[in-house]
């Protein structure tokens, strides 16, 4: 069964740590990975990985993806409050088709 | 934009109701995909249409669950009759074929008594 497993389930820090999300998979077709924040209300999209190595970055958040390991990171350096959410992590195999993992809660403590 | 555009945003309905969840996509985009997403399960894919045709919808739970477009702008998903355990956050997203990234609705939160 294709799975897609986030870890930690849950994180709290204080502001200004850096934090560091994980998320292995194991599918049978592998198209890229896409990570995702869901504050209140939908997710919205981070970053989509399709090749190993190469890390994409934005601002303060930054991933990579490791095809060989079948995982990726993601990583917030001087985390902020407004961090606080649930960052899913979710892979396509192909026709749109995106398996979500569960999702690491992340809180931010001032 | 308006972004893809769900209603209700909330619903509170009675055991062995019919449901009616409304979606429309963002204009331009040809791919429209419904998800239920709850604590116990996370975000799960219930089924996707690309260009009005419906393609995978192996995540519908059973047959009490069932979605049309039935054109390129809206979409519906429809539960009956309704059970507690259809109690979750149902989001709709919309993309392009061509492209993986998805955008999602606001979700509309579904609670059956």
């Known amino acids: 069964e294709d799975k897609v497993v986030q870890s930690p389930l849950s994180l709290v820090v204080h502001e200004g740590d850096t934090v560091t999300l994980n998320c292995s998979y194991e599918?049978?077709?592998?198209?890229?990975l896409l990570w995702y924040k869901q504050e209140k209300k939908a997710p919205t999209f981070l970053f989509m990985l399709?090749?190993?190595?190469i890390e994409k970055k934005s601002g303060r958040l930054s991933s990579i993806l490791d095809k060989k390991e079948l995982f990726s990171i993601l990583n917030i350096t001087a985390t902020q409050t407004g961090d606080s959410a649930i960052y899913l992590c979710?892979?396509?195999?192909?026709?749109?088709?995106?398996?979500f993992g569960q999702g690491t809660r992340l809180t931010i403590n001032p | 934009d308006a972004g893809v555009i769900q209603s209700p945003r909330h619903e509170v309905t009675e055991m062995g109701q019919e449901v009616t969840l409304r979606c429309k996509p963002i204009s331009g985009h040809n791919s429209l995909f419904w998800y239920r997403q709850t604590m116990m399960r996370g975000l799960e894919l219930l089924i996707y249409f690309n260009n009005n045709v419906p393609i995978d919808d192996s995540g519908m739970p059973e047959d009490r669950f069932s979605a049309k477009m039935p054109n390129a702008s809206f979409s519906t998903l429809k539960i009956q009759p309704s059970e507690p355990r259809d109690s979750a956050v149902y989001f709709c997203a919309s993309g392009r074929v061509t492209y993986n990234e998805q955008f999602f609705g606001p979700g509309t939160r579904l609670t059956v008594l």
């Open positions: 399709t090749s190993s190595g």
């Open positions: 979710a892979v396509n195999q192909g026709a749109q088709k995106l398996v």
């Open positions: 599918v049978t077709n592998f198209r890229s």
